[in-house]
């Protein structure tokens, strides 16, 4: 069974709280002030009748013709009120009335068992409290909605931190060694995200380190290797012919291309190669590589395009992808050229998952049905070349007949290369082009 989750930015949970927070506040003053407000009003109503009951009952007519309204011995006068009043004392009563205004009673005792009562309606107070009400309504509202519209402004603030962070570390996962997230994230108030950025800097520094180290034993230890492997060469050329020695020399030369491949792969990855460009017609300089690298390969010029490359580098990313489609793949293979795209198709089985999900990685040469030869370079290095023209290389699967696009049910590989509009230059950079209007 699933768990249903619910995801929404911070800024909406930030919002969301105060409002809530704002509204818990205002409603609870506003039935503090209310209740308030009422008693307030209902004990003054109290006193106030009180105060008139007893200024008639000390009139001289009190008895037989009480004025303002007051009567004796009123028959609606509450019974707890009456037997109050009769036992000398004088009081109040708030008679609760549905739909309407309460009542309020006062009442005092006259000589011969005679009880002097008067009586007024809550309705004005009851007015002027409905009236407060509706002031405390619009009130908590007020709040609400500033409290909101505060979440939302104070939300967004962190959110957009947040999300230059993110993506400032998106651009570092993704191999830019310059990009720091403190630089991005920016701003004059400091709080958590810069700690947050620190952090994420710190990382990204002690990573970089690492994996410089690595690059730099990697190409020591590769370089160290080509003289004893040429020595090693050497040595086989001058035994005797035979199969052992043919065993010998292809060992050998395997091993002195992996070398060469190390050694190529820890250039690529210090970030130092340069492109050496020159003008070149894509269709007809692929047709040539493709007719000389594996001539029963299939070449279709959809549409040819001059280009500013690297023709080396190009030629490299060209003959590992034919080379990988070659020794993996089935024929018939198959390159076009349409513009500023290349695409290198084989009919085998297909890219494995995990390249297509993680991009080539070295000493990975896919699962078993791709798999038995090779180092796992070849992918990596035409990624790292296609890196440095500036291109960008993508692999796909071509889905069975029937069946998805999945490993074991694919109709073949596709590898695209996209060079771009605007070349690197030779410092590495690309030159910022102006656009119309």
């Not at 509202?141 to 993110?166: C, D, E, N, P």
């Not at 651009?171 to 060694?177: L, M, N, Q």
């Not at 889905?399 to 696009?405: I, Q, V």
Request: net charge neutral; aromatic share 4%.
């Amino acid at each position: 069974m699933r768990r249903f989750t619910l995801r929404t930015g911070i800024r909406w949970k930030i919002t969301l709280a105060i409002a809530a927070v704002g509204a818990l506040t205002a409603l609870a003053l506003s039935l503090v002030v209310h209740s308030a407000a009422r008693v307030s009003m209902l004990e003054s109503a109290r006193d106030s009748e009180l105060e008139r009951v007893q200024y008639i009952a000390r009139t001289p007519d009190a008895g037989r013709k009480p004025i303002w309204g007051a009567k004796v011995n009123d028959p609606e006068l509450p019974a707890e009120l009456r037997e109050k009043a009769r036992s000398g004392r004088r009081g109040t009563y708030i008679q609760e009335t549905p739909k309407r205004a309460p009542e309020v009673w006062a009442a005092v005792p006259l000589g011969n068992g005679q009880v002097l009562s008067m009586h007024h309606r809550f309705q004005e107070s009851a007015n002027m409290v409905r009236d407060l009400d509706r002031a405390l309504v619009v009130g908590s509202l007020a709040v609400v909605i500033g409290g909101s519209a505060l979440g939302v402004l104070i939300g967004g603030q962190i959110s957009s931190r947040l999300r230059k962070a993110a993506a400032a570390a998106q651009r570092v996962a993704h191999g830019d060694p310059d990009v720091r997230v403190r630089d991005a994230v920016g701003g004059v108030v400091r709080d958590e995200t810069d700690d947050l950025a620190r952090a994420v800097d710190a990382m990204a520094d002690a990573l970089q380190q690492r994996l410089e180290a690595e690059r730099r034993v990697t190409a020591d230890i590769a370089h160290e290797l080509r003289t004893p492997v040429t020595g090693l060469l050497t040595a086989a050329e001058l035994l005797p012919p035979g199969r052992p020695t043919e065993l010998v020399r292809d060992r050998a030369q395997a091993m002195r291309a992996l070398v060469e491949d190390v050694l190529e792969v820890a250039r690529l990855d210090g970030a130092s190669e340069r492109a050496e460009l020159q003008d070149v017609a894509l269709g007809e300089f692929v047709t040539r590589r493709v007719t000389a690298l594996m001539p029963e390969a299939t070449v279709r010029v959809v549409a040819d395009e001059i280009v500013s490359t690297d023709p080396r580098r190009l030629e490299r990313i060209l003959g590992n992808l034919l080379a990988n489609a070659a020794r993996y793949g089935q024929a018939p293979v198959q390159v076009d050229i349409e513009g500023r795209v290349v695409r290198v198709r084989d009919h085998g089985p297909g890219f494995p998952e995990a390249l297509l999900r993680e991009g080539p990685s070295r000493f990975r040469t896919g699962s078993t049905d791709r798999a038995g030869v090779g180092h796992g370079l070849g992918l990596t290095i035409a990624e790292g070349q296609a890196r440095v023209l500036g291109a960008r290389l993508t692999f796909r699967n071509v889905a069975a007949p029937g069946g998805a696009d999945t490993e074991g049910s694919a109709a073949g590989a596709v590898a695209v290369l996209w060079l771009p509009e605007h070349a690197p230059t030779t410092t590495g950079s690309f030159p910022i082009v102006q656009l119309p209007g």
